[in-house]
Structure formats: C-alpha cells, structure tokens
C-alpha cells in the first residue's frame, strides 16, 4: 500500500548544529517528494520539494536528498536555529495522481535547544 | 499575497450536531484540497476539486462528509452527523495545476 514513515519521532539538536531528519517512502514509483515544516497552530509549510529524476537538491539552509534504490528522503538543516522548531512533514506524491495527492509521513518533531 | 484562509479555527460540537468548515483558497488557483489529521496519525488527503468540480474523493472517510466547491472559489466540508472520531485538525490547500499545494492554518474539530 502507500505509505510514508518517519525513523525517529523526536530529534533535538543544539543551536548551530546541523541536523538531519531522515524519511523511508513505500512506493518505489512516486516521482515528486516534498518536505514541509509544521509550526504550532499553523498550517503545513513548503520547505522544499525534489524530483525523482534528482538525487539532492538545494535550498537556502536546506538541502534534500534522495535515494531512490534503498527508497528513502532525508532534510538536512544546516546552522539549525531556534525558530526552525517545528513538526517536519516528508510527502510523496503516489505514481498515477498528476501531482494531485499527497501522501504524509507521520512527523519528526525537531527541537532545537538554544 | 493572501494564503489559504479556514474558517473556524477551532471547532467544538457534540457528537450528532453537524458541522461546516470552510476554506477560501488564494486567489487564482483552481486547484482545492482537503486534508485531515486525526489525534497521533499522519495527514490524510480526502479529495481534491479542480474549480467546482471534484477531481478525487478517494480519501473521504464515508457519506457523513460533503464536500462542495460552488463557483469555483472557496469550498465547504460539511460532517452530518458528526462523530466521535472525526475529531482532528482539518486542513485545505490549494495550487495551480502540477504545482506546490500551499496549506491554510487548519480548522480543529472537536467531538464531545
């Protein structure tokens, strides 16, 4: 079936240090993953998205990365700040659904310990 | 440019009462979708419209929920009668074709 998991659901980090949320995806045929940030009470917030024709993939303090054969994603947050606390959604979009469906991990709660 | 607004934030109703939620969507995309997180599970898609039209209810859990999207613009989902575990945060999205789906800041349900 589809699924999408996260490893660990707590990862707390010191300010300034990098850190790395990993995500292990079930359908070997998505072909876009997206990776959003959670804040409370707020909604999903895109943080950067990735291909299946890409392996890594930057953004501005952000870089994703994908491995396709062991079917897995992971976010890498450089300098990791206070205000980058927040639940970490990854997303697959299933084969088949035009970019149209989502489908969610569980979250990786990050705290980031001044 | 406005995000994605939901309307209300919060919702409390006893089991048995209905309940509308509402999502107004930024302006110009004609792509909708609904979303809910129900207590310690993932976000689940419950379906998409393309302008008034619904592309894919695949997700809706059954015909206590309907959905509508007349005109276009904002959208509807309204729970009849409403349960015990429907509580959750319901959350809506939009985007142009293909592209990113930027979410509002959800409505929580809560069923007593």
């Known amino acids: 079936g589809e699924s999408v998991g996260l490893h660990l659901p707590t990862l707390s980090v010191q300010e300034g240090d990098n850190s790395i949320i990993n995500c292990a995806y079930s359908n070997s045929a998505s072909d876009y993953f997206i990776w959003y940030k959670q804040e409370s009470g707020k909604g999903p917030q895109f943080i950067i998205d990735i291909r299946s024709n890409m392996d890594k993939r930057q953004g501005q303090r952000v870089t994703v990365l994908l491995n396709k054969t062991v079917k897995h994603l992971s976010l890498q947050i450089a300098a990791t700040q206070p205000g980058d606390s927040a639940v970490y959604f990854c997303a697959e979009n299933p084969p088949n659904t035009g970019f149209q469906k989502l489908v969610f991990g569980t979250g990786t709660r990050l705290l980031v310990s001044p | ?112």
């Open chain 2, 1 to 112: 440019e406005a995000g994605v607004t939901q309307f209300p934030s919060h919702s409390v109703i006893e089991k048995g009462q209905t309940v509308t939620l509402r999502c107004d969507p930024i302006s110009g995309h004609d792509n909708l979708y609904w979303y809910r997180r129900v207590m310690g599970k993932e976000i689940k898609f419950l379906l998409h419209f393309v302008k008034e039209s619904k592309q894919d209810e695949s997700g809706m859990p059954n015909n206590r929920f309907l959905a509508e999207r007349t005109g276009g613009t904002y959208s509807t989902l309204k729970v009849q009668p409403a349960e015990l575990e429907d509580s959750g945060v319901y959350f809506c999205a939009s985007s142009h074709p293909g592209d990113t789906q930027y979410f509002g800041p959800g409505t929580r349900l809560t069923v007593l």
